[in-house]
């Protein structure tokens, strides 16, 4: 007579359920760079559907016309002053140097690693949207003259794309850097006045139609999420390099290892 337990010992051992083995793949994936790429793929298709028009005619549509023109609409002189102020802080001269002087103080609080995805991310941005004007080739509005001299073409709009790379690369270092959430939250609301009121400049002075900016602040967004999305695999890869988060006010700090 066999004995029980060798007839135990021979069966075979059960195999984890497929949920299971989902869950253990998303746990190595990680779900917050699962995230990311479900969040580029909504914008790629959200870019499409404002581009898919332009590409096939470059020019505005009757909406983009109307819409355009309410902006437009609400000028006075002291707008256009504040207009012209405003949309500096979206153009290149600014926003490079800016990003050179952020990338500097990274370096100088011994983040390194996070000083060059900082360059990287910015200087992608530069590249990405060229690339895209060259591509599509629309030209500038021409429905009144313009308060400001551009010399390249359309969609998707620079200022618009760049600002938000810049202001939500900014919103990322200060969450790289800190659990606190007065210090984010203040960075959240900046960033959203900063590039709102740069988006409205543009349309305002003439230099876009509303599916610029719109197409420059998704193209931006975009390339937001896809830094976001390669700092978290540097910090998995490297974790040195991921910056120490300074703890919430009135949380107990982690011991420091000793000597």
């Not at 938000?164 to 960075?187: C, Q, S």
């Not at 390339?223 to 910056?243: H, Q």
Request: charged share 15%.
């Amino acid at each position: 007579m066999e004995d029980v337990s060798d007839k135990i010992t021979d069966r075979p051992k059960p195999q984890p359920k497929f949920f299971d083995l989902v869950v253990n793949r998303l746990q190595a994936i990680g779900l917050s760079l699962l995230a990311g790429f479900f969040v580029c793929a909504v914008l790629v298709g959200l870019f499409g559907v404002v581009a898919r028009d332009v590409f096939l005619t470059a020019r505005a549509g009757p909406l983009d016309r109307e819409a355009t023109l309410f902006v437009r609409g609400l000028q006075t002189a002291g707008r256009d002053h504040f207009a012209i102020f405003v949309t500096f802080f979206g153009s290149h001269l600014f926003i490079l140097p800016a990003t050179i002087l952020v990338a500097v103080i990274l370096r100088w609080k011994k983040h390194p690693v996070s000083a060059l995805l900082f360059l990287g991310s910015v200087g992608g941005g530069f590249v990405l949207n060229a690339v895209l004007k060259i591509t599509f080739h629309r030209a500038r509005p021409d429905l009144w003259p313009a308060l400001v001299t551009e010399h390249t073409f359309s969609f998707p709009s620079g200022h618009a794309a760049m600002s938000t790379v810049f202001y939500g690369g900014l919103v990322a270092v200060v969450f790289h850097l800190t659990d606190r959430p007065a210090p984010r939250l203040g960075a959240i609301a900046f960033s959203l006045l900063a590039i709102s009121l740069i988006v409205w400049s543009r349309v305002f002075l003439g230099a876009h139609w509303m599916t610029d900016v719109t197409a420059g602040f998704l193209v931006g967004l975009f390339w937001v999420v896809v830094s976001a999305v390669v700092t978290e695999i540097v910090f998995r890869r490297v974790p040195r390099a991921r910056p120490v988060r300074r703890p919430r006010s009135g949380a107990n700090p982690s011991r420091q290892p000793s000597r």
